[in-house]
């Protein structure tokens, strides 16, 4: 039992740390361009805004949409402390839960796979990414087939589903938005409290990735706030030792991706019915994060050979 525990919560944590590391070079960027002071102010306060109010409220948050004949009082209570009848109530909604969240993960790294600017790790992602005018082609059919088999289970389904395409395309256009704002909040005639704030609501949208995420990985509420708490603390490490850390490993943003995409694709299966081990997703995370820093170290050996 504690094995397992351990197994979720590092694997949480690990995940959390990959998923978010458009957020650290963001707040790195935009941390540079203000006063010592805020500076501190946004590592520490900022750090228990995002650990205890987003990550910490959020899975609550969710569950509580998938189960709206509850009250936040019960979830938090069976969160906690159980409860034959919640649990049921929750054992329930699981389905809903996982679908909507593995549908909104897997559209995040189509997304990502076909329209956004990357280093290539594979010829494959270049190919690809060179047909990005497909992407809307093959998210619709995949939206049409997704909408097809839930119905034939359930109408509710088909709604989660929706409701996780829906998610994904709002928080996607607010991180397209993020990138242009960044250019003017870089600026030095921009308040820090402006920067601050704007700051917390941008990992405030990040965070969704990795809380969704969890999913796959438990549905114990409080692991998931411990796991993925551990990972936000980290990233504050990594956006307090700025870009040239986050640089030399040139591979980890591929690796997020897919191992975003492999959790949104384990959810939606399981969402059907298919059962999985809980080492699986875990697993899938340490993999993909052993092989996507070994593809960057072994970048920066060729990199120093050829100079």
Known sequence: MIFNILVVVLGLCVFEIISSVDN????????????????????????LFAVFIVRGLLPFLIIWIANPGLSLVEIFRVAFSGGAAVGQSLAASKPLLLLGGGVYLFFVFLSWLFLEEKKYAFFVEGFIHRQGVWFYAFSSIFTTGIIYLSLKINPILALAATIGISTFFITDGFKKNAEEQEKQLL???????????????LDASFSIDGVIGAFAFTMSVPLIIIGNGLGAFVVRE?????????????????????????????????????????????????ILLGLFLFLSIRANQEKNLAK
């Not at 650290?24 to 500076?39: C, D, E, S």
């Not at 409290?193 to 704007?198: A, E, F, Q, R």
């Not at 700025?242 to 591979?251: H, P």
């Open 238 to 286: 990594f956006t307090i030792r700025g870009l040239d850390l986050i640089a030399k490993f040139a591979y980890l943003k591929n690796g997020a991706m897919y191992s975003i995409g492999m959790l949104g694709s384990l959810m939606i299966l399981e969402s059907f019915g298919k059962e999985y081990p809980f080492w699986v997703a875990p697993l899938n995370t340490f």
């Open 187 to 201: 600026s030095p005639h921009i308040s820090a409290l402006s920067k601050i704030l704007y700051l917390e609501i």
């Open 24 to 47: 650290a070079i963001v707040n790195a960027h935009i941390l540079k361009t203000m006063p010592p002071k805020f500076r501190r102010w946004f590592l520490i306060w900022g750090l």
